[in-house]
Nanobody, 118 residues
């Protein structure tokens, strides 16, 4: 079973930055779209950013211009650089690797908590 492991979460002050990492236990990233989702306390899990197999990126409006998603297929790692953080960014952040085909794989990490507070 492939495992995704997020890291890099923590407590940060408003206006600060964090970089989240998502590492896969096997070489799957070159065959995956990678997405970051987040789930604020008491709310549903929503998409934040995604990067396709060919590197095209998409972002939700709330994070455009502040967050950057990237991938390093050779090292089976994806990143989410988060700048200008605000309290509304507080959430558990999850990484997803989706092969995007019927019957293909769709893996989730266990999540990493980001808390933005003064």
């Amino acid at each position: 079973q492939v495992q995704l492991m997020e890291s890099g979460g923590g407590l940060v002050r408003p206006g600060g930055s964090l970089r989240l990492s998502c590492a896969a236990s096997e070489s799957i990233f070159s065959d995956s779209a990678i997405s970051w989702f987040r789930q604020p306390p008491g709310k549903q899990r929503d998409l934040v950013a995604a990067i396709s197999k060919n590197g095209r990126t998409t972002y939700v409006d709330a994070v455009k211009g502040r967050f950057t998603i990237s991938r390093d297929n050779a090292n089976n790692t994806a990143y989410l650089q988060m700048n200008s953080l605000n309290p509304e960014d507080t959430a558990v952040y999850y990484c997803n690797a989706d092969q995007g085909i019927v019957g293909g794989f769709d893996y989730w990490g266990q999540g990493t908590l980001v808390t933005v507070s003064a």
